[in-house]
Structures are given as C-alpha cells and as structure tokens.
C-alpha cells in the first residue's frame, strides 16, 4: 500500500497561472481533505470530501477549487494563482466510521507563486 | 470558535531528558490525536484517544485524554534526537464533527540543544 500520495512535490507558479494538485489514496477511504501550512499558523482546512462526487467547503476555501470524480482522487485547483496562496498542501484521508477521527496525511506539495 | 492551543510552542532537548507538551481546547472533545512532521514530510499519526481519563502509550510515548475532556498532555522518555520535529494536537472540529474533520493546533516544535 502506498497509502496517500501527492503530485507534484514542488511547483513554482507566476502569478495568475492556473494549476492542479493531485491526490490519491489506496486505503479506499471515504473522506478526503486538503488542508494548507503556513509557519506559525498549523494545518488549515480548504476543502474537503465525504464520498465520490461530493465536495464542501473548509475554514479557507477560496482561490481553490476541488473535485472528488473517482473515489481513489481528491484534486485540488487554483484557477489564478497568487502570492498568498504560497504554502505547503497536504491531503489526507480518512476511512468512514463513526467515532473515528484518524486522518492519515500524504507527504505534501510545496508550492510557490511569484 | 474552536481553538486548541499547544504549549510549550518550542523547546530544546538533551538526549535522554524527558519531555512534556500540553493541549487544551475551549469546547469538549470526544477524541484527542497527536501527530508529529518531521520536516519536508507529513503528518504522521502517533497516538488516538477515545476516552476520557484513558492513558495511552506507543514506545517511550505517552499520551493522556483529559478527565475534564478540554486538554490532553504527551510525554516523551528518554528522547533520542530522531524525535525533533513538530507535534501537533487534533481533535474534532464541531460543525463537521461528524465528517471526521479536525481542527489542529498550532504545533510544538522540539530541536536539539545546541
């Protein structure tokens, strides 16, 4: 099992160009999230699934958009990239239990936006 | 709104020492995780707790569930210099609570005595 993975590692992006952030899990889980780093700030909550075809909104969705297609992807898009969204992204999933909090994260984007 | 807050926000280890760090949230919870990033990874899932007053161990890792379920505690024995890195607290966000999703604190970052 490869568990969650992301794509791509690093991107530098100018400002106002467009990209999509790739993620897949193999552990046929339910819920995904995508959460951004900053320092100082912890891990905060975009966007986030809770079953193919379906979306909802984070604590700081916008500038981002979000698919959920297959079950296995979770993407994550920025249609006009800008300066503030320079971070480090992180996907998570998580197995659908009640009760059951335990999100298991991938490895991580860092991005950067001149 | 929710807010965990960590404490220390950083400190130094010596190899062998013992090593403490706190979380304490403004509503109750009904899970506490602990999670630690080494850097340029993601966040790896260390302990879950589900129950108030439940201690819980994972190697030289402890973690408690708080009895008034506002805060939980990690100690750390004998710390080798592979565990620096950066602990965060989660626990259940209340509006998607049931979504499984989380809200995090803002981490601990352990370094090395210089």
């Known amino acids: 099992n490869a568990g969650v993975t992301q794509t791509p590692k690093f991107r530098v992006l100018k400002t106002g160009q467009s990209m999509t952030l790739l993620c897949a899990q193999d552990?046929?889980?339910?819920?995904m999230y995508w959460y951004r780093q900053d320092p100082g700030m912890g891990l905060r909550l975009i966007h986030y699934?809770?079953?193919?075809?379906?979306?909802a909104k984070g604590e700081v969705p916008d500038g981002y958009n979000v698919s959920r297609l297959k079950k296995q992807n979770f993407l994550l898009g920025l249609e006009s990239a800008a300066p503030s969204q320079t971070s480090v992204y992180f996907c998570?999933?998580?197995?659908?239990?009640?009760?059951?909090?335990?999100?298991?994260f991938g490895p991580g984007t860092r991005l950067t936006v001149l | 709104g929710q807010q965990l807050n960590q404490s220390p926000q950083s400190m130094f280890i010596q190899e062998g020492e013992d090593v403490s760090m706190n979380c304490t949230s403004s509503s109750i919870f009904n899970t506490w995780l602990w999670y630690k990033q080494d850097p340029g990874e993601g966040p790896v899932l260390l302990i879950a707790?589900?129950?108030?007053?439940e201690l819980t161990s994972n190697g030289r890792l402890t973690a408690q569930f708080g009895i008034t379920r506002k805060d939980s505690f990690l100690n750390i024995s004998a710390s080798i210099p592979s565990d620096v890195g950066i602990y965060f607290c989660a626990g259940p966000l209340n509006y998607g609570g049931s979504q499984g999703n989380l809200i995090f604190g803002k981490g601990t970052k352990l370094s090395v005595k210089p």
């Open positions: 699934s809770v079953g193919e075809g379906t979306t």
């Open positions: 707790l589900y129950k108030a007053g």
């Open positions: 552990m046929n889980h339910e819920y």
């Open positions: 998570a999933s998580s197995p659908l239990l009640r009760g059951y909090n335990e999100q298991f």
